[in-house]
Structures are given as structure tokens and as C-alpha cells.
């Protein structure tokens, strides 16, 4: 077994245990560490006395307090490290408590606590040496060092935890992005298939109503036109019927099973002719300028927007004529659809004028409609080729 294999979990058991068993252990370990000096002394040194090791004590024994009160913690030790040194002759060979305390105050301190700590440690340090007996030069610079090292592994413990909360934080923003993303496509998802749907049955259901209403009328008198509107309620039905099981194929992920595409600019001469043989209405298709390709999703609302302004015309204009114009340059697509009705629509019409608008905009384009220039009602509606979109205004 590798030495990483083993240490990595050590490592992450450490992190994710309780933090006051984590000091509790270090405070021992730093005790015995401490005591080893005068349990086991160098010919000539001091023995252990209950005073040096009550000091030694008070240098690891606040390290219990290191996450909950960290800057206490550090000044007790701080206060107690040179008082053991001072007593004792020499002084110990190393500052286990002082490392921790520096290493703890650089990755967790404030930035005035820090500062504080460093500069207190090497002045201390360095007056601690001078009552030592005959101290060599390389002594000053392995304690000083100590100081030095002890801090540099503490910011680079800080910069490290800056960096993964960072990281962590980066990663939760992108999760709420992308269910935010997900939120809005679903919503706009539900919103096109709403229209849709609201499309091709308030057109079927508005042919199938003008038919029903004429075939009474001259079921005795005229059996033939009869029999023509009845076969035009149950091809509007029938034709309903299709389009919804596209939509739903979509739902169901049956395009990649043969499902026909939805209906587009193509589609429209069909869409012209079996609105003026249902309904009796005189309705013209004509095309000015070079027809160019569309985007899928703005050429299904070329369609929806002129069956749906059809709808309106049946429904709510009163007309006996229509046109649909198509107006080709290589920036966009302007549909115009006129008649001559009686004017603007009656409110019940609103939802239909809604649902234009917004295809129009959901395609980066717009969409205005009112009063046409020889009177009746116009509906403009403009797409972009390139299929690009405006910005949310």
C-alpha cells in the first residue's frame, strides 16, 4: 500500500472529525512533545521540576481553545512559551506550542492578529536567545526560521481554503445557473407548446363552428354544400387531430421514431386553401422578394402566426377577404395578413394577438397589429432570417 493511498484519508478524517477532539489530541501530543526534554535530559541539563513542567503545561494545554477562541489561545501560549524558556537553563530546544500558535493565527487570525503574532514571536525569540549561554549564530537562525516556517504553512493553509470555498462557491453558483437555465426552458418549452396548441384548436375549432353553423341552413335546400361543410368540420378535426399528436410526439420523444415535423412556411399555400374552402373566405397568398431558409423554430412561427391571424379573421373580423404577404429581404421575413372586416378585433380576440406577439419575440423579432391602411384589420409581424435574438428588454 502506497503512502498516499493511506495518508489522503487519514487526512480527510482529520478534516471532517470534531475540531475540540482534534485540539484535545494536539494539546497532548504537543504536552509530551515538550516534556521529552527534561523526561529524558542531556548530560548537564536541568531534571523536571513540578514548576518547569506547570509551565510547559501552560504553553500546550490552551491549545484545547484553538478553534474557539484562537487569539486567547495564541496570547496565553505566547505569554507562557518565554516564561518556561526564562526558567529554565537552556531553554527548549524547540517551541511546539509556538508552532502551532503561528500556524494557527496565520491560517485563521485577522490580518492585525497576524501581523501582531509574527512580529511578537521573532522578537521574542530573538530575546529569549540572548539569555541563553554562549549561543551560536546558526541557533538564532534555525529558531527565527522555525518562526518563519511555522507562518508560511499557516498562509498556505489559508490561501488553501480560500481557494476551495472559492472553488465551492463557483460550483454552487453554476448548479443554481444551470437549474435556473433548466427552470427557463421548461417554462418556455410549456409557454411554445401552450401556443401551439392554442393555435391549431382555436383554428379548428373556429372552422369546424362557421361550418356547423352553415350546414343546417342548407341541409334541405342545398344537400351538396351540406355535405361540403360537414366534410370541412370533420378534415379541420381530423387536421387538428395530426397536429396535436405532433406536439405531443415531441413530449414523448417520438420525432426520432418518424413523427412528421410541424408545419412552416411551406405549408402555407395548404393552409390558405383549406381556410378558404372551409370557411368560404376569399384569402390571396402572394411573395415579394428571394424566399430564404429559416431557423426550425422561426419557420414553425411564420405558420402558427398566420393561422392564428386567420383564426382571428374567421372568428372576430366579419371579412369576406383576406391576403397573407410575405415580404422577403436578407435581414427577416415580414408577414402581413389583412382583411376586410369591419375593424379592429373585439376583445375576445386578445389572446390570439398575444400569442403572435409573443412567438414574434420568442424569435428575436416583433409583431404590432391595428387598423389596415384601406380599413379592416392588419397584422405585421416581423422575423429575423438569421434566426438571431433580441435581448430581453
Known amino acids: ?75 496565553a501560549v505566547s505569554a507562557a512559551t518565554p516564561a518556561q524558556a526564562l526558567y529554565h537553563a537552556p ?46 549564530p546558526f541557533e538564532y537562525a534555525f529558531q527565527l526560521m522555525s518562526v518563519a516556517c511555522a507562518y508560511a504553512f499557516g498562509v498556505l493553509a489559508r490561501v488553501q481554503r480560500a481557494y476551495t470555498a472559492e472553488l465551492e462557491d463557483r460550483a454552487r453558483r453554476l448548479e443554481r445557473e444551470r437549474a435556473a437555465d433548466t427552470a427557463r426552458a421548461t417554462a418556455q418549452e410549456r409557454a411554445r407548446i401552450a401556443r401551439d396548441m392554442h393555435d391549431i384548436l382555436a383554428h379548428a375549432v373556429s372552422l369546424m363552428v362557421v361550418q356547423a353553423e352553415a350546414g343546417p341552413v342548407v341541409v334541405r335546400s342545398d344537400p351538396a354544400r351540406a355535405e361540403a361543410a360537414f366534410d370541412a368540420i370533420a378534415g379541420a378535426g381530423r387536421d387538428a387531430m395530426a397536429q396535436l399528436r405532433r406536439i405531443l410526439g415531441v413530449l414523448k420523444e417520438e420525432q426520432r ?75 427577416a421575413l415580414t408577414l402581413t395578413v389583412t382583411d376586410n372586416g369591419c375593424g379592429p378585433m373585439t376583445p375576445g380576440g386578445g389572446h390570439g394577438l398575444i400569442g403572435i406577439r409573443e412567438r414574434a419575440v420568442a424569435c428575436g423579432g416583433d409583431a404590432r397589429a391595428g387598423r389596415g391602411p384601406d380599413g379592416g384589420f392588419q397584422v405585421v409581424v416581423r422575423l429575423p432570417v438569421g434566426g438571431r435574438r433580441a435581448g430581453p428588454g
Open 1 to 75: 500500500m502506497s503512502a498516499q493511498s493511506w495518508f489522503a484519508p487519514l487526512v480527510a478524517r482529520v478534516r471532517t472529525a470534531n475540531p475540540y477532539v482534534v485540539d484535545t489530541a494536539l494539546a497532548a501530543l504537543v504536552l509530551f512533545a515538550a516534556s521529552l526534554q527534561w523526561i529524558f535530559p542531556d548530560e548537564g541539563d536541568d531534571r523536571l521540576t513540578w514548576q518547569g513542567w506547570l509551565l510547559g503545561a501552560a504553553t500546550a494545554v490552551p491549545l484545547v481553545w484553538r478553534h474557539r477562541a484562537p487569539f486567547a489561545m495564541a496570547c
Open 91 to 136: 531553554p527548549p530546544d524547540l517551541m511546539y506550542g509556538g508552532f502551532v500558535v503561528l500556524y494557527t493565527m496565520a491560517a485563521r487570525g485577522l490580518p492585525w492578529q497576524r501581523r501582531f503574532m509574527l512580529v511578537g514571536w521573532a522578537i521574542g525569540v530573538s530575546l529569549v536567545m540572548l539569555h541563553k549561554e554562549s549561543p551560536e
Open 257 to 331: 421514431n418518424g413523427t412528421s415535423p410541424q408545419p412552416g412556411i411551406r405549408a402555407l399555400p395548404g393552409l390558405v386553401r383549406q381556410v378558404g374552402a372551409s370557411t368560404g373566405l376569399r384569402v390571396e397568398l402572394s411573395t415579394t422578394g428571394e424566399p430564404l431558409p429559416l431557423p426550425p423554430d422561426t419557420d414553425v412561427a411564420a405558420y402558427r402566426v398566420t393561422q392564428e391571424a386567420l383564426t382571428n379573421t374567421v372568428k372576430h373580423a366579419y371579412a369576406s377577404s383576406a391576403t397573407v404577404e410575405l415580404g422577403w429581404t436578407e435581414e
